[in-house]
Nanobody
Framework: QVQLVESGGGLVQPGDSLRLSCVVS????????MGWFRQAPGKDHEFLAS????????SYSNSAKGRFTISRENPKNTVYLQMNSLKPSDTAIYYC?????????????????WGQGTQVTVSS
């Protein structure tokens, strides 16, 4: 059974940085394209970033590009989302997801496994 567990969320001030982690169990992380999404109160899931199984390809949403970086350590079965220059509008629950593919994916429907999410709150 594939399980994803996110960590690293918390309460930070505007301008701060956070690094989210997602540990994959039940399969090799290198077998999956991984993605990060978020959901703010009252809004739909929003794609942020995707990284291919090899780690050689990445894709970012406009809201994430330039501030967020996705990376992976396949030997540790872990994927990261480094978030810099955080804004109050980044407040949301952040989810990692795994797809049964090797190419980057930007649609939530392309992902088959999801973590429970980690809360990120940006407030002064």
């Amino acid at each position: 059974q594939v399980q994803l567990v996110e960590s690293g969320g918390g309460l930070v001030q505007p301008g701060d940085s956070l690094r989210l982690s997602c540990v994959v169990s039940g399969r090799s992380a290198s077998a999956s394209t991984m993605g990060w999404f978020r959901q703010a109160p009252g809004k739909d899931h929003e794609f942020l970033a995707s990284i291919s199984g090899s780690g050689l390809s990445e894709s970012y949403s406009n809201s994430a590009k330039g501030r967020f970086t996705i990376s992976r350590e396949n030997p540790k079965n872990t994927v990261y989302l480094q978030m810099n220059s955080l804004k109050p509008s980044d407040t949301a629950i952040y989810y990692c997801a795994a797809a049964d593919s090797q190419v980057v994916a930007i649609e939530s429907s392309e992902y088959h496994y999801w973590g429970q999410g980690t809360q990120v709150t940006v407030s002064s």
